[in-house]
């Protein structure tokens, strides 16, 4: 695992002899963090686009008898890299078969039936035609890794959620440690993370923070996903959707690095940008060599349309 960000930013710093500091003077740890984050999005980039198998995972949705539209995970890559999309009529495995992707001129408004295509519309997927019953689609899809951030609060009792209404009763931040209130307040929400920086809970909107009792106040709108939660001992970080771990492979902390130490020690010159170029190719270079044969088994040309070859289809 990648280490924390706190880590990499002690890591940086000395590196480029960055280690005197104050809150007035100095490069401050916002700076750093930013250049890691951009750092994350050049590399998971670089990944998804050499590698899209890499980065992947699935989603199952239940689906409502006559309802055409359904919104894609959260957590799709760019809004917009699935995959792939298939159906169940009663929602166990084995009777999943895939979805053909249409386009809008084809999307159908008559009675619904048994779907066999669907159409991407911004957010959404359009189950074509709309089911006639209930039953499941999975999403396939190159997922978004969570931004970098650092441990800003955390989390004590009487902290609770309520797993029936999706909905948390009470949040507090144990006041007797540092609370970074500005810095959570800055964006609106916050993401809860465990102590090995996996995701608990995401894009929680709040209000505002008691930094004497610790408590937060969540927006009462709020509901959260199914499978979240909130444990005492988890950790507050800033943004919708944040951790203090990268969840890119182990084999990329080097490129954070030498990405941050470049933008650190070349921030002031006006050739910063070749020297990013370098840390960059060089990482592409690495990356490519390393994933290059993922697996060894062969793989084999998909067929799409094998009604082409004499053979039903679904």
Same mark, same amino acid.
């Given at each position: 695992?990648?280490? *924390?960000?706190?880590?990499?930013?002690?890591?940086? *710093?000395?590196? &480029?002899?960055?280690?005197?500091?104050?809150?007035?003077?100095?490069?401050?740890?916002?700076?750093?963090?930013?250049?890691?984050?951009?750092?994350? /999005?050049?590399?998971?980039?670089?990944?998804?686009?050499?590698?899209?198998?890499?980065?992947?995972? /699935?989603?199952?949705? &239940?689906?409502?008898?006559?309802?055409?539209?359904?919104?894609?995970?959260? %957590?799709?890559?760019?809004?917009? *890299?699935?995959?792939?999309?298939?159906?169940?009529?009663?929602?166990?495995?084995?009777?999943?078969? +895939?979805?053909?992707?249409?386009?809008? =001129?084809? @999307?159908?408004?008559?009675?619904?039936?048994? +779907?066999?295509?669907?159409?991407?519309?911004?957010?959404?997927?359009?189950?074509?035609?709309?089911?006639?019953?209930?039953?499941?689609?999975?999403?396939?899809?190159?997922?978004?890794? +969570?931004?970098?951030?650092? @441990? @800003?609060?955390?989390?004590?009792?009487?902290?609770?959620?309520?797993?029936?209404?999706?909905?948390?009763?009470?949040?507090?931040? %144990?006041?007797?440690?540092?609370?970074?209130?500005?810095?959570?307040?800055?964006?609106?929400?916050?993401?809860?993370?465990?102590?090995?920086?996996?995701?608990?809970? @995401?894009?929680?909107?709040?209000?505002?923070?008691?930094?004497?009792?610790?408590?937060?106040?969540?927006?009462?709108?709020?509901?959260? =996903?199914?499978?979240?939660?909130?444990?005492?001992? %988890?950790?507050?970080?800033?943004?919708?959707?944040?951790? &203090?771990?990268?969840?890119?492979?182990?084999?990329?902390?080097?490129?954070?690095?030498?990405?941050?130490?470049?933008?650190?020690?070349?921030?002031?010159?006006?050739?910063?940008?070749?020297?990013?170029?370098?840390?960059?190719?060089?990482?592409?270079?690495?990356?490519? =060599?390393?994933?290059?044969?993922?697996?060894?088994?062969?793989?084999?040309?998909?067929?799409?349309?094998?009604?082409?070859?004499?053979?039903?289809?679904?």
């Amino acid at each position: 695992m990648i280490r *924390r960000v706190d880590q990499l930013i002690e890591t940086s *710093r000395q590196a &480029t002899e960055n280690t005197q500091y104050t809150d007035t003077a100095g490069l401050q740890d916002s700076e750093f963090i930013q250049y890691l984050n951009d750092a994350q /999005d050049e590399i998971h980039a670089i990944i998804n686009n050499t590698f899209p198998s890499i980065l992947m995972k /699935d989603e199952e949705i &239940t689906l409502v008898s006559n309802q055409e539209a359904y919104d894609i995970p959260r %957590d799709v890559y760019l809004g917009t *890299r699935i995959d792939l999309v298939e159906f169940s009529f009663s929602g166990n495995q084995q009777n999943y078969y +895939p979805l053909k992707k249409g386009s809008m =001129k084809e @999307r159908l408004n008559g009675v619904p039936g048994n +779907p066999s295509f669907y159409i991407r519309r911004s957010n959404q997927v359009l189950i074509q035609p709309r089911p006639q019953s209930s039953g499941k689609i999975r999403i396939t899809y190159q997922y978004s890794i +969570p931004k970098l951030d650092v @441990r @800003r609060g955390q989390v004590i009792a009487p902290t609770a959620v309520d797993p029936v209404t999706k909905t948390i009763t009470n949040l507090y931040l %144990d006041p007797l440690q540092v609370i970074q209130d500005q810095e959570l307040l800055s964006q609106n929400y916050i993401s809860i993370i465990d102590k090995n920086g996996v995701v608990q809970m @995401r894009s929680i909107p709040i209000t505002a923070i008691n930094t004497t009792t610790g408590q937060v106040t969540v927006d009462p709108s709020f509901t959260f =996903k199914d499978g979240e939660t909130i444990s005492v001992g %988890d950790y507050a970080c800033k943004g919708e959707f944040s951790s &203090t771990n990268s969840q890119l492979p182990d084999i990329c902390e080097r490129f954070l690095l030498e990405y941050c130490n470049t933008r650190i020690l070349m921030r002031d010159s006006n050739t910063d940008q070749d020297a990013i170029s370098a840390v960059m190719s060089k990482a592409q270079d690495t990356i490519t =060599k390393a994933f290059a044969e993922p697996d060894s088994d062969p793989g084999y040309v998909a067929i799409l349309d094998p009604q082409y070859f004499g053979w039903d289809i679904f």
